[in-house]
């Protein structure tokens, strides 16, 4: 009768072909021939003191599939920035460029309207406009009833740049000048209406209380105002 202490082996777990190749091992190493294989073998429990002497065979582990999920890259936001606003206006925007104490960039002129805005500013500001601009008109107190055409050269400037962000601001509100509020009111619905995005310092100013030089432009707080309040809506 042939006793093997192998039971920690048992214990591993191991395959029946795997435990066959190592007891055939161990038979050619202890001097066992095939033929001396007993009919029965008994498998004793292995002394404490004898388990230094035994190499372990850790059981074989499962193909690890080390393939991983490729890393998608989050694609970079751009957050804009003043330095990609374009201020479109007439004198007042003038003045507010002058005032704010940011350093802003415009495209203005000193009593002008829309024939300016579509026979000069149009081509500065096509030259200027980048994926990341936004364009912020305000224009019509000098020519209060080209309301529609304001509308129309938006459209088309949509049209042409569907990604860009445009906002008119109102036009806002005068003391003693030659033109009303009852006038720039309805100008201001109209644009409004049109359905752009509309920045409605008219109201804010209205509100809140504004002065002005000469009836018609404003001091430098006033500007500041405005600047404060159009910056605060398009971002």
């Not at 024939?115 to 081509?123: F, M």
């Not at 008119?168 to 619905?189: A, K, L, R």
């Amino acid at each position: 009768m042939f006793k093997l202490k192998l039971q920690h082996i048992l214990a591993a777990g191991l395959p029946g072909i795997l435990f066959s190749s190592i007891l055939g091992t161990y038979l050619a190493i202890t001097g066992f021939a095939q033929q001396d294989m007993p009919n029965e073998i008994i498998y004793e429990p292995i002394e404490e003191s004898e388990w230094e002497s035994i190499v372990v065979l850790d059981k074989p582990e499962s193909p690890v599939d080390e393939a991983t999920e490729p890393l998608i890259e989050e694609p970079d936001i751009y957050s804009p920035t003043l330095s990609d606003v374009i201020f479109v206006g007439d004198s007042r925007t003038v003045g507010m460029g002058m005032a704010v104490i940011d350093n802003i960039n415009t495209i203005a002129e000193v009593g002008q309207g829309y024939y300016w805005l579509v026979n000069t500013a149009d081509e500065q500001l096509r030259n200027q406009i980048t994926d990341q601009s936004i364009v912020v008109f305000n224009l019509g107190v000098n020519d209060l009833a080209n309301a529609d055409k304001y509308c129309e050269y938006l459209s088309t400037l949509q049209q042409d740049y569907p990604n860009l962000q445009i906002w008119y601001v109102s036009i806002n509100p005068v003391e003693d000048t030659t033109v009303t509020n009852t006038e720039i009111n309805q100008f201001n619905e109209q644009i409004q209406n049109a359905g752009f995005n509309y920045i409605d310092t008219n109201s804010y100013l209205t509100d809140t209380g504004f002065n002005t030089v000469d009836g018609l432009h404003y001091t430098s707080e006033t500007y500041q105002k405005i600047f404060d309040q159009i910056i605060a809506t398009i971002f």
